[in-house]
Nanobody, 125 residues
Framework: QVQLVESGGGLVQAGGSLRLSCAAS????????MGWFRQAPGKEREFVAT????????YYADFVKGRFTISKDNAKNTVYLQMNSLKPEDTAVYYC??????????????????WGQGTQVTVSS
């Protein structure tokens, strides 16, 4: 069992930055991959970023490469998503996700074991 609690969402102007946090309980990060997904109104939930079990492998959706960075703090069992150069099209609810035990990186919803509650990110133009 793992529970995920997100924070850090809010309203920001285009070009600004936000850092999302996801605190995990029940399992240590060494046991599973973590990821971030987002969902805008009327759209399907889509992959944003992931960090592997070892913490050494990261992957990003093309639309956030060079702008977003995923990282984790093992001492706090917390994963972060640093979002820079935000664009209005980044507006969405952002969800933290824990991968299933055998998943190395989590890039599709089918590989997700647990979801956070979501945090709203709104970018004004």
């Amino acid at each position: 069992q793992v529970q995920l609690v997100e924070s850090g969402g809010g309203l920001v102007q285009a070009g600004g930055s936000l850092r999302l946090s996801c605190a995990a309980s029940g399992r240590t990060f060494s046991n599973y991959a973590m990821g971030w997904f987002r969902q805008a109104p009327g759209k399907e939930r889509e992959f944003v970023a992931t960090i592997g079990k070892t913490g050494g492998s990261t992957y990003y959706a093309d639309f956030v490469k060079g702008r977003f960075t995923i990282s984790k703090d093992n001492a706090k069992n917390t994963v972060y998503l640093q979002m820079n150069s935000l664009k209005p099209e980044d507006t969405a609810v952002y969800y933290c996700a824990a991968g299933k035990s055998r998943i190395v990186v989590v890039t599709i919803t089918q590989d997700v074991s647990s979801w956070g509650q979501g945090t709203q990110v709104t970018v004004s133009s």
